[in-house]
């Protein structure tokens, strides 16, 4: 892959040394004169060199994350790769489904791309077990890339990933209750059954309300009518319902906990910014542009600068977005406090 463009500096380096050897008494201008000739190299120039190389990218969405392929694809344009310009993707079908996805792995395998974009745990976790370790993979909408495995540490991937997490600092979801519910003395929290990631949330979630006082009921789900049966069951026994960060809750799971919030006057903490955007009630959330746009610019760096994952940091958004649902909060009669106003914010469904 024509990556790299650090080979066309090299003339100049070694020129450099030469006319230094040569005439040490001149090395003052020599390297005054040097120094301006490469500032005036501009990034424009630079990724210019881009332009006769197609990159070829796997995009393996799931079940889609468009704001998150948008801002992936953005990250990617601040180092020159655009889409019909320098660079085509590959992507097959979506889907919550590990069998398919399989099938959209083994499809991007075939292509022999030179990066793929991968989103969510179980996604990823399919991508990296069929992808030669040779290609790099991007990764975002992975709440615990290296609790799950994916990588060794967000520091040193120790492999071919490295990326972008929408983990939320479980300190901020209790902050956020206690500001705004302050009363909440019982919570449900609901997961895919089996997803690694969401079960460790929620674990952690437990320890924390339970040293605020607060007892947490943890329901695992295994379909999104499966969600409605186990909210149904909680109706009356708690303050509030809680989402999690996972692939079932994301793919209609907090959808059916939202209609049942709105019936039934049960506010949603919730952990996922589209669950706010269609009415659930509140919650510190990551936003997937932002972390697709960081993991764009990840990419980059190993597409045009041939770095490699492992001397890249993966990374999460911090602080969160602090969203409130205006509709849903004035449905359920709560009451925020002047001094926290302004540090929410505020959209409709």
């Known amino acids: 892959m024509g990556r790299s463009n650090s080979a066309q500096l090299k003339p100049y380096t070694y020129y450099c040394h030469a006319l230094i050897h040569q005439w040490s008494n001149r090395h003052i201008v020599l390297i005054s004169f040097i120094v301006i000739s490469l500032g005036a190299i501009t990034p424009s120039q630079v990724f210019a060199t881009t332009v006769n190389v ?46 398919l996805q399989t099938k959209v792995a083994n499809k991007i395998k075939d292509a022999r791309p030179d990066l793929v974009y991968s989103l969510t745990t179980p996604g990823t976790t399919i991508i990296k077990n069929v992808l030669p370790t040779s290609t790099p993979i991007v990764f975002s909408i992975v709440t615990y890339p290296a609790d799950s495995g994916l990588i060794d540490s967000f520091d040193y991937s120790g492999n071919n990933l490295v990326g972008t ?13 206690k500001k705004v519910l302050p009363e909440t003395r019982k919570i449900a929290i609901f997961h895919r059954k089996g997803e690694p990631n969401s079960k460790i949330q929620a674990s952690n979630i437990l320890r924390l309300m339970k040293k605020e006082g607060i007892t947490v009921k943890i329901l695992a789900a295994t379909s999104v009518e499966h969600v409605s049966e186990l909210a149904m069951d909680q109706l009356g026994k708690v303050d509030v319902f809680m989402t999690t960060t996972d692939t079932l809750m994301q793919s209609g799971g907090e959808e059916a906990l939202i209609t049942l919030s709105h019936q039934h006057k049960i506010p949603i903490l919730s952990s996922n910014k589209s669950g706010i955007l269609k009415g659930s009630t509140f919650g510190p959330v990551a936003d997937f542009y932002t972390l697709g746009k960081m993991a764009g610019e990840k990419a980059g760096q190993i597409l045009v600068n041939d770095v490699p994952p492992t001397q890249l940091q993966s990374e999460l958004q911090e602080p969160p977005l602090f969203m409130v649902n205006t509709k849903a909060i004035n449905m359920m009669g709560i009451s925020i406090s002047v001094d926290i106003r302004d540090q929410l914010i505020w959209v409709d469904e």
């Open 165 to 177: 997490s929408n983990y939320v600092s479980n300190k901020h979801y209790v902050a956020l209750l």
């Open 54 to 99: 197609n990159y070829v990218i796997g995009l393996a969405t799931w079940s889609g994350y468009p704001d998150s392929v948008a801002g992936f694809k953005a990250g990617l344009a601040i180092y020159g790769i655009q889409e019909g310009k320098n660079a085509s993707f590959i992507m097959g079908k979506t889907g919550a489904n590990k069998e």
